[in-house]
């Protein structure tokens, strides 16, 4: 399968916890985005990467997430000292664009967080 | 935060009927994109219309863009009850590099 994939697929930790997902793009794909989606509602942009630089960050992205893609491939979302309302889908997506505006994104199938 | 606007909300109807789905953005932008998801799973990609663009078809698929009114509507012939999923349009806005989506429009596929 030459999709995008997502691991875990769930994840369950207790509130204060700390999580990592990763996510691993379609090979050939520059760019990486990492969305949140809670339940009734659209994706929420949270950040993307091109390559391997972090091109942009949401301000729904507190100090408390971070996410890297180390030598442009894969890319990891750390959640430091989860709390209740951080429990939602995460999203990865990856698309070819060498310019210009947003065109078509790939998505992964999405980690479900649920903090206790 | 979402910039769509989804409308309706939920739709249900019989297979074989169309489905007419709208969005209404606030912004100017450089395309818009609609995307289906199925339950619990991730977005699939079916169909980008650009700003210059007033119309597109994809198989059973139709999108109309009005950009004087900031809106655009989609419209599946023929439904299937394999249709039944969220439908969200996301807006490319200019100047950003990121996708806007809006809150989606749940459809059901009554057999």
């Known amino acids: 399968d030459t999709g995008v994939s997502q691991n875990p697929r769930h994840k369950i930790t207790k509130r204060g916890q700390n999580v990592t997902f990763r996510c691993d793009p379609i090979?050939?794909?520059?760019?990486l985005y990492w969305y949140r989606q809670t339940l009734g509602q659209g994706p929420e942009f949270l950040t993307y990467f091109q390559n391997e630089a972090q091109l942009e960050k949401s301000r729904l992205l507190s100090d408390r997430f971070s996410a890297e893609r180390p030598k442009g491939s894969f890319s990891t979302l750390e959640i430091q000292r989860t709390e209740q309302g951080d429990s939602a889908m995460y999203l990865c997506?990856?698309?070819?664009?060498?310019?210009?505006?947003?065109?078509?994104?790939?998505f992964g199938p999405g980690t479900r967080l649920t903090v206790t | 935060s979402q910039q769509g606007e989804e409308d309706p909300q939920a739709l249900s109807i019989q297979e074989g009927e169309n489905a007419t789905m709208n969005c209404s953005y606030k912004?100017?932008?450089?395309?818009l994109q609609w995307y289906r998801q199925n339950s619990g799973r991730g977005l699939v990609h079916l169909i980008l219309i650009r700003s210059n663009e007033r119309e597109k078809h994809s198989g059973r698929l139709r999108v109309t863009l009005d950009t004087s009114k900031k809106s655009s509507s989609l419209l599946i012939t023929a439904s299937r009850a394999a249709d039944t999923a969220s439908y969200f349009c996301?807006?490319?806005?200019?100047?950003?590099?990121?996708?806007?989506f809006g809150q989606g429009t749940r459809l059901t596929i009554n057999p």
């Open positions: 912004t100017s932008i450089n395309n």
């Open positions: 997506a990856s698309s070819f664009e060498p310019a210009g505006p947003p065109r078509e994104q790939y």
């Open positions: 996301a807006t490319a806005n200019q100047g950003a590099q990121k996708l806007v």
């Open positions: 090979s050939e794909h520059n760019r």
